[in-house]
């Protein structure tokens, strides 16, 4: 049976040691949406809103809050992150927001990976709320990760 690794014997949190694993290349790739109006959704991808270039914003935001995982999530472990990258795709009404993280080390960049779409994901809604405010978050999710003694993972559909 699985247990949940940041719980002690006694049930109290605790941060996960990793000191005995071996240092993977891993890797982590993460998605989410943020559905708007047509109008929303041209503005950003031209870059014509009231404050700005929202996609390189919302990109800064997500590198750097993927850097600070460590910081927001409790018991995440502080990583050294060798890569992050973000993507912004346009689909019929949305934008969909991909990050990859990755380092070799002795834990995974999932947290950092879906830390980075989320943060980014709420810059657009930050950047673009003069136009929709009725934007709508949603399928923030883990895609894929690599490395580690469980190996590879990829969501299903």
Do not use: Q
Request: glycine share 10%.
């Amino acid at each position: 049976m699985n247990r949940l690794t940041h719980l002690d014997e006694a049930g109290a949190a605790r941060m996960v040691d990793v000191s005995g694993k071996s240092e993977t290349d891993r890797s982590a790739t993460a998605e989410g949406r943020i559905r708007m109006k047509p109008e929303a959704l041209e503005a950003i991808m031209a870059g014509t809103g009231a404050k700005g270039d929202a996609l390189a914003t919302a990109r800064i935001a997500g590198i750097m809050a993927a850097k600070r995982t460590g910081e927001l999530i409790p018991l995440c472990h502080p990583l050294g992150l060798e890569s992050i990258k973000i993507d912004f795709t346009p689909e019929a009404e949305a934008i969909r927001v991909t990050a990859v993280a990755g380092l070799t080390g002795k834990t995974g960049v999932e947290m950092e990976a879906m830390t980075a779409v989320s943060v980014a994901l709420l810059t657009l809604y930050d950047m673009g709320k003069a136009l929709d405010r009725a934007m709508v978050i949603e399928g923030i999710r883990l895609l894929e990760k690599t490395g580690g003694k469980s190996g590879a993972w990829r969501a299903a559909d």
